[in-house]
């Protein structure tokens, strides 16, 4: 019932930045769980972020945490995620996923997803 829609995604060189949005459709994103996840090609789907409601309870993977940065502005019904010192392997389509009642890093805990929005980082 809660869509989300992602972009910001883009081009940058290694140890740039780039800030990804995650708008709610159809529904706003109160009391839903929000998760950033991304997939490389010829790899698994895997988690990057997870934020709850209050937005107090944040989540990282080891491969991000102090360089990523995930932030909800439910006023606007958006979903935050600020990359910072970007890597070449942090390239990936990245994913936001909403869920009703679980903050997890399984991507089977979401119940809805975007469509993705690619971020490549050059050498």
């Known amino acids: 019932q809660v869509q989300p829609v992602e972009s910001g995604g883009g081009l940058v060189q290694a140890g740039g930045s780039l800030r990804l949005s995650c708008a709610a459709s159809?529904?706003?994103?109160?009391?839903?769980?929000v998760g950033w996840f991304r997939q490389a090609p010829g790899k698994e789907r895997e988690f990057v972020a997870t934020?709850?409601?209050?937005?107090?309870?944040?989540d990282y993977a080891d491969s991000v945490k102090g360089r990523f940065t995930i932030s909800r502005d439910n006023a606007k019904n958006t979903v935050y995620l600020q990359m910072n010192s970007l890597k070449p392997e942090d390239s990936a389509i990245y994913y936001c996923?909403?869920?009703?009642?679980?903050?997890?890093?399984?991507?089977?805990?979401?119940?809805?997803w975007g469509q993705g929005t690619q971020v490549t980082v050059s050498s």
């Open positions: 934020i709850n409601w209050s937005g107090q309870a944040t």
């Open positions: 159809g529904r706003t994103f109160t009391g839903y769980v």
């Open positions: 996923a909403s869920a009703a009642a679980i903050r997890s890093r399984q991507a089977v805990h979401y119940d809805y």
